[in-house]
Every structure is written in structure tokens, then in C-alpha cells.
């Protein structure tokens, strides 16, 4: 994985050749990126935005060690005094950013970067690729434990995740949007999601038999969890049930099936652990699950306790990409903006206001101007300030945990349905809507209607 020290050489090379010509130009205002998506992704009513607050600590210590100057320096490309200015380099703006787990929708601004122009460009790629691949997983992740209900959900995806970088910072979103546990030792340690994981059926085939694999883990991990459909899943609940009625102190926790029709499977484990006088061992389910098979199995009413995800959670399988846009929006105090057909953004420093009902149900937000004051709870909070995060406003990740799951419990029902829904609603300002009319007058562009 690349080290911290190393995140600032993380940058595409069109970012240090504008820095390079905006300070060999002299152009040192303050300009304003925003950082927004600009279509729903096909399989999703609402984005958990993840990783805005996570990147501005990074931005905190983004820094060009000596070695990184040598290194740009073979590249032929840029002039003593611009390396040295960037050897010197700290940043000195602002961020404005949501909350980590805030439930965010198309053309809302995620983050805004204020600061000096090549300050803020240097950043594009970096905050795009922590807030794309963090929110991506937590919006998956937060569809899976929609669908689960009460019943835990634990990642199973870091062996099909896109590179280790991605299976270590996914388990900080995972924890976000609500899952239960991990595989992934590293990350849940330093993430603070509890490592979870039974046994892989190579143990159960390199042993003697399914019985030896099954006691060498009850005597090593009181209350395991033991994996069962190596060879023939009835089979092998029966032999467990014989096993702990004959030795009593064997303390197993629960059983796991991997594969087959697995509603069927636990309706048939389910009564033969009963019936044995064992309702206390839980039985858990993976094998390829994701939210929609997941879902299915609910409304079967499985005797499932609690899901395994893989691959669906780890690749966003289904929805893998954000059309994220981090867009110049602000320059020298004057509306910037970019009108191309298709992608046509709104000028200048921006607010989100979430109104809500008597009962605190989200209603609908507004895109407004920074400046206004409207009705609703603004979203966007000061994170980095200077240069330096704001104390208190990154929340610790329990916290982001909880606020989280309340703001998703708090959308209109329809936009927790897996199915596709009537877009959630988004008004923009009457004077941010004049602000864009204005600036593409300017620009000798059509208007738009307000």
C-alpha cells in the first residue's frame, strides 16, 4: 500500500503542470472547488457520502519530502523555484465538507475546497479517489444492511477488493454505514470493526475427516462458528448434534452455510437444532450474498441470524462507479463555472439545507449560495480551516456510526427500497439559479430558465 508520507505524489501530472503555470503566472487568489456527483448511479436512490472528512485529515499533512522533489525533477518538466515552492509546501485553505455517513444526492456538494488556486488543484485527484471508492462501499454497504433488518452483516470482500489500499479503507466505510464485523484483521483493528471469520473448507479436506477439522476448532475457539457444507450440510449438523449430546461441554457457537439452496438449508438445520434442544446455536449464511438475495431470503423467513457479503460488497458490483466531478466553482471573488453539454455545474460557494418534518423525517433538501440563510439544517460544516482540521469536527466513528444509521432511518421510505424510486427532492435557489444565469451571460452562453 503507499505510505501516507508518499499521498502528495498520488497526484495526476496535469494537476503539477497547471500549479506550475498558475504560479509561474502569478495567479495566487482564492479559488473554490466543489466536489459533487451529477446522476444517481442506476441501482441506488440516495449516495451514503464517505471519506470527505477522512481526506481532510490527510490534506492536514500533505507534504513534498526531498526525495519527491529529486524524483519530479527527472521528469524534465518543472523549474528549480517551482520545485522548491513545492518542497516548501503547505496547505493553506479550507474545506467545508458533510459529515461522514451524510446521505447525499446528485449536484449536492459533498466538499468544498477554498484556498490559493494551485493549492486547491493539487488536491483534485486525491480527494476524488478517497471520497469515490468510500462512498461507494458504504452506499453498498448500507443497502445490505437495509435488507438484512436487525440481523448482522459481516465483510467477507477483501480477497476480490480492487487492490489493498481499497480493502483497508473500505472497512472504514463498512463500519459507517452499519456492518457488523470484518475478515479483514488489519483494517478492523485499526477501524475499530470487530474481526470476524470461521474456517475455510481446505481445513475441513486437509483434516481426516469433517469431525477432526470440527474438534480442533471447538477446542481452540470456544464458541465457533463451524462451516458445515463441505460435503453434505444434514450430515454434518447431525454428526455436531450427536457429538455435543454425548460431550456437553462443547461450546459451539453457530454453524455456516456456504452453498446450496440456503433457504432450505436453514429451515431444515434450524429444526434439527431445535429439536436436539439447541436453539441457542445461530446459523449464518454467505455464498455470493448480496442485498437482493439477501432480501429473499427475509421474505422467505429463513432462520437466518446473520449474513456474510464477498464480492458484492467489496467491488460495488452492481453500481461501481460515481460520476464524481471536483469543479472550479469560485476564482478572484468571481463565479466560475463549466457549461459542456451534459455537464453543466452552478457557480460559486455553496450550502445544503435538509428540511425536515415535525417528526424529523428528511423532507427534501436545497442547494443554495453559501451567503443565504434558508429553512433546514445546513449540512455542510467548517472541517478544515487554515490548514488545519477544526477540532471537534470530525466525529469518532462510533458516533459517525450512529448518526448515520439514524439519518438513512430518517429518508422517505421509498428511497430505502432496493428498487429504483422517485428521486428524492432537490430544490436549487432562486439566487444560485440567477448566479448561473449571470455567469453564462457573461460567458456569451444562453441562459437557463430559473
Known amino acids: 500500500m503507499v505510505e501516507e508520507k508518499d499521498l502528495s505524489m498520488m497526484i495526476d501530472l496535469y494537476e503539477l503542470t497547471m500549479a506550475q503555470a498558475y504560479w509561474s503566472e502569478g495567479m495566487e487568489e482564492t479559488a473554490t472547488f466543489s466536489l459533487f456527483f451529477r446522476k444517481m448511479p442506476k441501482h441506488r436512490n440516495f449516495v451514503l457520502a464517505c471519506g470527505q472528512q477522512h481526506v481532510a485529515r490527510i490534506i492536514e499533512s500533505f507534504r513534498f519530502s526531498q526525495e519527491h522533489i529529486d524524483r519530479l525533477r527527472e521528469l524534465n518538466r518543472f523549474e528549480p523555484d517551482f520545485l522548491d515552492w513545492?518542497?516548501?509546501?503547505?496547505?493553506?485553505g479550507s474545506i467545508q465538507a458533510l459529515p461522514e455517513g451524510t446521505p447525499v444526492f446528485p449536484q449536492e456538494p459533498l466538499l468544498e475546497v477554498e484556498?490559493?488556486?494551485?493549492?486547491?488543484?493539487?488536491?483534485?485527484?486525491?480527494?476524488?479517489?478517497?471520497?469515490?471508492?468510500?462512498?461507494?462501499?458504504?452506499?453498498?454497504?448500507?443497502?445490505?444492511?437495509?435488507?438484512?433488518?436487525?440481523?448482522?452483516v459481516v465483510d467477507f470482500g477483501m480477497r476480490r477488493m480492487h487492490g489493498l489500499d481499497a480493502a483497508y479503507r473500505g472497512v472504514r466505510a463498512f463500519r459507517i454505514a452499519g456492518l457488523s464485523g470484518t475478515s479483514n484483521v488489519l483494517a478492523g483493528l485499526d477501524h475499530g470493526l470487530p474481526p470476524r471469520g470461521t474456517m475455510a473448507h481446505s481445513f475441513v479436506q486437509a483434516c481426516d475427516d469433517e469431525m477432526s477439522a470440527f474438534r480442533t476448532y471447538a477446542r481452540l475457539y470456544p464458541g465457533t462458528t463451524l462451516l458445515v457444507d463441505t460435503y453434505d450440510t444434514e450430515k454434518a449438523v447431525k454428526d455436531i448434534i450427536r457429538w455435543m449430546t454425548e460431550n456437553p461441554d462443547v461450546d459451539i457457537g453457530g454453524i455456516r452455510l456456504d452453498s446450496g439452496d440456503l433457504s432450505a438449508l436453514a429451515f431444515s438445520c434450524r429444526k434439527l437444532l431445535d429439536e436436539a434442544g439447541y436453539k441457542h446455536i445461530s446459523i449464518m449464511a454467505s455464498s455470493g450474498l448480496d442485498e437482493y438475495k439477501i432480501a429473499r431470503l427475509q421474505d422467505d423467513g429463513a432462520p437466518l441470524d446473520g449474513f456474510g457479503v464477498g464480492t458484492a460488497v467489496g467491488a460495488s458490483n452492481d453500481a461501481p462507479a460515481l460520476e464524481l466531478a471536483y469543479k472550479l466553482t469560485e476564482y478572484a471573488g468571481k463565479p466560475r463555472m463549466k457549461n459542456s453539454p451534459g455537464k453543466q455545474s452552478f457557480p460559486g460557494r455553496k450550502q445544503v439545507f435538509r428540511q425536515q418534518d415535525e417528526n424529523g423525517n428528511i423532507m427534501g433538501d436545497v442547494i443554495a449560495h453559501r451567503d443565504e440563510t434558508m429553512e433546514g439544517t445546513p449540512l455542510?460544516?467548517?472541517?478544515?480551516?487554515?490548514?488545519?482540521?477544526?477540532?471537534?469536527?470530525?466525529?469518532?466513528?462510533?458516533?459517525?456510526?450512529?448518526?448515520?444509521?439514524?439519518?438513512?432511518?430518517?429518508?422517505?421510505?421509498?428511497?430505502?427500497q432496493l428498487e429504483p424510486a422517485e428521486p428524492y427532492p432537490i430544490t436549487i435557489s432562486d439566487r444560485l439559479q440567477k448566479l448561473q444565469n449571470r455567469t453564462l451571460e457573461s460567458l456569451g452562453a444562453p441562459s437557463q430558465r430559473p
Not at 513545492?86 to 493553506?92: C, E, N, V, Y
Not at 493539487?122 to 433488518?149: D, Q, T
Open 115 to 152: 484556498a490559493p488556486i494551485a493549492e486547491a488543484q493539487m488536491l483534485e485527484s486525491l480527494v476524488m479517489n478517497y471520497v469515490h471508492l468510500e462512498s461507494l462501499l458504504a452506499s453498498k454497504a448500507s443497502r445490505l444492511v437495509i435488507a438484512a433488518g436487525d440481523k448482522p
Open 380 to 416: 455542510l460544516v467548517p472541517t478544515l480551516w487554515a490548514g488545519r482540521v477544526v477540532e471537534g469536527a470530525i466525529a469518532p466513528l462510533d458516533e459517525a456510526t450512529r448518526t448515520s444509521r439514524e439519518a438513512v432511518a430518517r429518508l422517505p421510505d421509498r428511497l430505502r
Open 86 to 92: 513545492l518542497r516548501r509546501f503547505r496547505f493553506s
